[in-house]
């Protein structure tokens, strides 16, 4: 059965940080490009970073760059996303994604930056 389980997620004060787990089981982690999207309310989900499955090469949002950061322990079937400098539109669901030979998504973790 395939499971991909974020955390991290709460709420954080304008400049904060916050740092989100997606723990993967069910599939051959290795073996599959990551990403982390996110969905505010009347949005459309839109990409945020993606690495891909060995985490040599990794892209990002303009929207983010220089404040987050992807990373992954194969090890541990685990893709994390480093939020730094965090702004008020940074607030939505942050979901991890799966995707090599099937295309799996987590449940989703709300973030919320608010004074």
């Known amino acids: 059965q395939v499971q991909l389980v974020e955390s991290g997620g709460g709420l954080v004060q304008p400049g904060g940080s916050l740092r989100l787990s997606c723990a993967a089981s069910?599939?051959?982690?290795?073996?599959?490009?990551m990403s982390w999207y996110r969905q505010a309310p009347g949005k459309e989900r839109e990409l945020v970073a993606a690495i891909s499955s060995a985490g040599g090469s990794t892209n990002y949002a303009d929207s983010v760059k220089d404040r987050f950061a992807i990373s992954r322990d194969n090890a541990k079937n685990t893709v994390y996303l480093q939020m730094n400098s965090l702004k008020s539109e940074d607030t939505a669901v942050y979901y991890c994604?799966?995707?090599?030979?099937?295309?799996?998504w987590g449940q989703g973790t709300q973030v919320t930056v608010s004074s």
């Open positions: 069910g599939f051959i982690f290795s073996l599959y490009t």
């Open positions: 994604k799966a995707e090599r030979y099937a295309t799996y």
